[in-house]
């Protein structure tokens, strides 16, 4: 049910050069701080290829969701590659990580953990529960009923635990990497929006390609050697937690004009106002755009964002949180033609 890393934990990367440690936190990113964040992604991405056969778009949308302090929901079918994504990217950081395995007997306890009373002292003790760590792999979490999923409510956006009227403070960062199966599978629930909500992104990794799909066959069949380990144990942590932290602040640094914010605001109330829409995306839904938008800026070397990053990741951010009508759906229309339409529609300049 539960699994835990405390080997990551020893993982070690360079720090963070000292100006950047040291930078006011208001001044704005510069362009040897950028190139820093870029090549760190390069190497990370570079890292997670090497077991992931095909999958670099995904795996850049992983890095990028990281950096923006977010959470990443992998909606797929099964073995397409959704819980070594998360893996890789776990020993890639040098981080721990922690899965929990959601099966429909699952409580919210086992999430968060609970209080538990101690005979020789008579009083109660709290014993963490996985969701104390820095990547929580929430594996097949629409296999667990909506009670327990909504235990990661408070985690995923306060980066905290309240049990027994007692707060506690997760780690940083801290990133909860969710795989799903599709609705119609047997033995799944829907999210609940609240949930679905508080997913920066949520991307399919999709079948691999014929020569991907060649080379994954070969490699996984091929006969052991004596010191075989499995693929994940055989990548190199690129950074630390720590390196991490600042990192994600330094992203939030990259310059977004107040033009472009304007374009996000208009954006977000056309899908609320559209016709096929019944939950258009909501002012959260904005802010994890914006912070999405300046972290794939980062990663390209940029000190500032661009239109083209909104339409190029506006589909993996706002796509899963808009409820489509009964009537849009029967239609065959899909959020990814409701968003296409919202940018056909608004233009950048008023």
């Not at 979490?141 to 506690?168: C, F, H, W």
């Not at 949930?195 to 490699?219: C, K, N, T, V, W």
């Not at 993996?316 to 759906?329: G, Y």
Request: glycine share 6%; no cysteine; charged share 20%.
């Amino acid at each position: 049910m539960l699994e835990a890393d405390p080997a990551a934990q020893t993982a070690t990367a360079p720090a963070v050069d000292a100006a950047a440690q040291t930078a006011d936190q208001g001044a704005p990113i510069t362009e040897d701080q950028a190139g820093r964040v870029a090549a760190l992604g390069a190497e990370i991405g570079h890292e997670i290829d090497r077991v992931l056969e095909g999958k670099a778009r995904a795996v850049r949308l992983a890095v990028t969701v990281l950096l923006a302090d977010g959470h990443l929901l992998l909606e797929d079918v099964p073995g397409v590659g959704k819980t070594l994504l998360a893996k890789a990217l776990a020993a890639a950081l040098g981080a721990r990580r922690s899965r929990i395995q959601f099966t429909p007997d699952l409580l919210p306890g086992d999430i968060t953990g609970a209080s538990i009373y101690d005979q020789s002292t008579g009083s109660f003790t709290f014993r963490r529960g996985a969701v104390f760590t820095h990547i929580l792999l929430a594996d097949e979490i629409n296999r667990a009923s909506p009670k327990t999923q909504s235990a990661l409510l408070e985690s995923m956006e306060e980066r905290q635990v309240s049990v027994d009227g007692t707060t506690y403070e997760l780690d940083s960062p801290f990133m909860v990497i969710a795989t799903a199966n599709p609705v119609e599978m047997e033995g799944t629930y829907h999210l609940p929006e609240a949930q679905r909500d508080r997913f920066l992104a949520q991307i399919s990794l999709g079948y691999p390609g014929h020569e991907a799909e060649l080379r994954m066959l070969a490699a996984q069949t091929a006969p052991l050697p004596q010191d075989h380990r499995e693929p994940v144990q055989q990548i190199r942590a690129r950074t630390s937690p720590a390196e991490v932290a600042q990192l994600i602040r330094l992203t939030r640094r990259v310059h977004a004009s107040p033009a472009l914010l304007d374009y996000i605001v208009r954006l977000a109330a056309a899908t609320r106002g559209h016709g096929q829409v019944v939950l258009g995306a909501s002012p959260r839904a904005a802010v994890h755009l914006v912070r999405m938008l300046k972290a794939a800026a980062a990663l390209d070397g940029r000190t500032y964002v661009v239109p083209e990053d909104v339409r190029q990741l506006i589909g993996p951010v706002w796509r899963h949180r808009l409820h489509l009508s009964p009537q849009a759906l029967s239609r065959g229309v899909s959020a990814a033609d409701v968003l296409r339409d919202v940018l056909a529609s608004t233009p950048l300049n008023r």
